[in-house]
Nanobody, 116 residues
Framework: QVQLVESGGGLVQPGGSLRLSCVAS????????MGWYRQAPGKKRELVSS???????NYPDSVKGRFTISRENAKNTVYLRMNNLKPEDTAVYYC??????????WGQGTQVTVSS
């Protein structure tokens, strides 16, 4: 059973920064994709960023240039550096892992609140 544990959420003022971390444990293949989704109240869950085990990244326009995803394969850990945060970034952020022969695995979520 794969487990994902997120950390690093919190309250930050507009323009501030946060770094989220997600550690995966369990049966993890060398080739996989990890990343982050977020869900704000009353809205659908949306992709924030993804990164393959080979280092290919993906960002939607809403966070491009402000968010940076990275990973340490040896530690099965993915990070999300979020700069210049805006109130509309407020959401619960969920880490995920995709790999062959398995359904998508999700973390429990971490709250990010951007407010003055």
């Amino acid at each position: 059973q794969v487990q994902l544990v997120e950390s690093g959420g919190g309250l930050v003022q507009p323009g501030g920064s946060l770094r989220l971390s997600c550690v995966a444990s369990g049966p993890i293949l060398n080739i996989n994709t990890m990343g982050w989704y977020r869900q704000a109240p009353g809205k659908k869950r949306e992709l924030v960023s993804s990164i393959t085990s080979g280092g290919t990244t993906n960002y939607p326009d809403s966070v491009k240039g402000r968010f940076t995803i990275s990973r340490e394969n040896a530690k099965n850990t993915v990070y999300l550096r979020m700069n210049n945060l805006k109130p509309e970034d407020t959401a619960v952020y969920y880490c995920y892992l995709d790999q062959r022969l398995s359904t998508t695995q999700w973390g429990q979520g971490t709250q990010v609140t951007v407010s003055s």
